[in-house]
């Protein structure tokens, strides 16, 4: 088979250096493809972000994944250097719990969360998924029922959210996590107590109990909201603790357009700095991208030689 160029991490004297190594393996059931594209404008100039803590949210590949299966788009990223994935309802291709966990432990990584339906009426069948995968979290690509579409939906959702989340917990699970878009931080109501207007997101987050929820910040759509992301981190990191590392160019009032890590409008060292105290996975998420592993390296790259 072709020759798969892999980025491998070389940690010494508490310093962050990598180096190409060269691997040949055995013919895969998938095209071979070249893992060579971490960008060498990224420097290792101090402590990066571990690993360890590094997650991939697999819905990044959604398009490759149809080219060469979750089991190919696996290798791929932990030939990177990822440890972790989140999968979402699709990456499983019929597979079930057991299985999926199988294979995923094949590439010796883990599923601290994934992206799932939080049904209240299906909540012990996700319970029961997620045990399987050994995750810490539970949760999925938004908030739970009945949305946010006014006042006392929101509140209602909050003390869903409570519910589920002490489920969670009290099953050996963990946390019931929100997972947000622009909508969360654009839609405001008045604070049913004092009346001053307030995010659909900060009413979440007060109405929730932090022993049962926390939140999966998705940077890029909160920066296309308008969000001061870190200092929103240095006010409410307390309950962030996952982090959607998502980039792009802010397009004013259009969506924002999707870039690489380290590549877009974000400005991520004070965002990396506020994470650092609070945050226990930075999930790196890009939607619709290219069949390729760039995206995935220059990312990993970006968050291992991130220096504080």
Not at 47 to 53: A, L, N, Y
Not at 259 to 273: F, K, N, Q, R, S
Request: glycine share 8%; with cysteine.
């Amino acid at each position: 088979m072709l020759k798969l160029a892999i980025l491998r991490q070389l940690v010494s004297a508490g310093a962050l250096t990598f180096a190409y190594v060269t691997m040949i393996g055995s013919a895969p059931a998938f095209p071979a493809t070249s893992s060579s594209y971490f960008s060498t404008d990224h420097r290792c100039l101090g402590r990066g972000i571990s690993p360890h803590q590094i997650s991939f949210q697999l819905h990044s590949y959604s398009a490759w994944k149809q080219e060469i299966g979750t089991e190919g788009v696996l290798a791929e990223i932990a030939a990177i250097g990822y440890r972790n994935i989140e999968p979402y309802e699709g990456s499983y291709e019929g597979r079930s719990a057991v299985e999926f966990s199988a294979l995923v432990s094949r590439h010796d990584m883990k599923v601290p969360s994934s992206h799932g339906s939080i049904r209240e009426d299906a909540f012990s069948e996700l319970i029961q998924k997620s045990k399987t995968l050994r995750q810490e979290y539970v949760g999925s690509g938004g908030a739970a029922h009945p949305g946010i579409d006014s006042l006392n939906e929101t509140l209602q959702t909050a003390r869903t959210l409570n519910r589920l989340g002490q489920r969670s917990v009290e099953s050996g699970t963990g946390k019931i996590f929100v997972h947000n878009h622009r909508k969360e931080f654009t839609t405001i109501y008045p604070h049913p107590a004092s009346g001053i207007s307030t995010t659909a997101w900060e009413l979440l987050e007060e109405f929730t109990d932090p022993r049962f929820v926390t939140f999966e910040l998705d940077v890029l759509w909160a920066a296309d909201a308008g969000v001061d992301v870190a200092q929103l981190i240095k006010d409410h990191g307390i309950r962030i603790e996952l982090l959607h590392v998502k980039d792009g160019l802010l397009n004013g009032t259009k969506p924002a357009i999707p870039m690489d890590v380290g590549y877009g409008d974000i400005e991520w060292g004070p965002i990396l700095d506020a994470a650092r105290k609070h945050v226990r996975y930075y999930v790196v998420e890009r939607d619709s991208a290219q069949p390729n592993p760039r995206f995935a390296s220059n990312s990993f790259g970006f968050l291992t030689c991130h220096s504080p």
